[in-house]
């Protein structure tokens, strides 16, 4: 996964409480994206940003938020972590015309 | 709802046979279709992909057939591996959009 790294890799947090995700990337990518993978649902996208404090929402936004202060940083937060929330979560990075170059992922459990 | 729709969920295939996972979709803005390979613990990366101005492309066992008049593609594994057991997803996207993934297929190859 060469110019993108996320962190943590593995975390577990109680219900109730904020948890913020972290992608950084080194490759100078305009666009950054946050997808969760659950069983049965493949790749669903949270949410992407096309530039420094430029995000929108994805198919799966509710209770997630996300900030982009600098090109190389993506960071996705939980306000309020839900059981629903268990998941991995990968970040991933595309230039203009190239496909997407995905993260390791973060597996969260929320207990 | 699913933008592109893959099948089947799973699938064992012998050693040196041919494995074949099937995608579809319904938006025609759709130019780039990718297929990811994702090994256990690890992100999905990107393994073949094509454009709808041609209706094959091979790389090595892995190919693609692509057929725009009915909106589906498909990824051809020949001489099937143990090595290539892992989850497929297919994906399309439009220009300058986001990527719309598939459900994505468990393939697992015996020896």
């Known amino acids: 996964d060469a110019g993108i790294t996320q962190s943590p890799r593995h975390k577990v947090t109680e219900t109730g409480t904020p948890v913020t995700l972290r992608c950084h990337q080194t490759?100078?990518?305009?666009?950054m994206y946050w997808y969760r993978q659950d069983p049965g649902h493949g790749l669903r996208l949270i949410h992407y940003?096309?530039?420094?404090?430029?995000?929108d929402k994805g198919e799966v936004s509710d209770g997630y938020s996300v900030s982009r202060s600098k090109t190389e940083d993506f960071l996705l937060t939980l306000e309020s972590a839900t059981s629903s929330q268990t998941s991995v979560y990968f970040c991933?990075?595309?230039?203009?015309?190239?496909?997407?170059?995905f993260g390791s992922g973060t597996r969260l459990t929320v207990v | 709802q699913q933008q592109v729709k893959q099948s089947p969920q799973s699938l064992i295939v012998q050693k040196g046979g041919i494995s074949i996972i099937n995608c579809a979709y319904e938006n025609t803005a759709f130019d780039y279709f990718p297929w990811y390979q994702q090994f256990p613990g690890k992100g999905p990366a990107l393994l073949i992909a094509?454009?709808?101005?041609?209706s094959e492309k091979k790389e090595g066992r892995f190919t693609i057939s692509f057929n725009k008049s009915a909106k589906q593609f498909s990824l051809h594994i020949m001489d099937s591996q143990p090595g290539d057991s892992a989850t497929y997803f297919c994906a399309a996207s439009s220009p300058g959009n986001q990527f719309y993934f598939g459900t994505g297929t468990s393939l697992t190859v015996i020896p």
């Open positions: 940003s096309y530039g420094v404090k430029d995000t």
């Open positions: 490759e100078n990518h305009r666009y």
């Open positions: 991933a990075i595309s230039g203009v015309e190239d496909g997407y170059t």
């Open positions: 094509i454009r709808p101005d041609v």
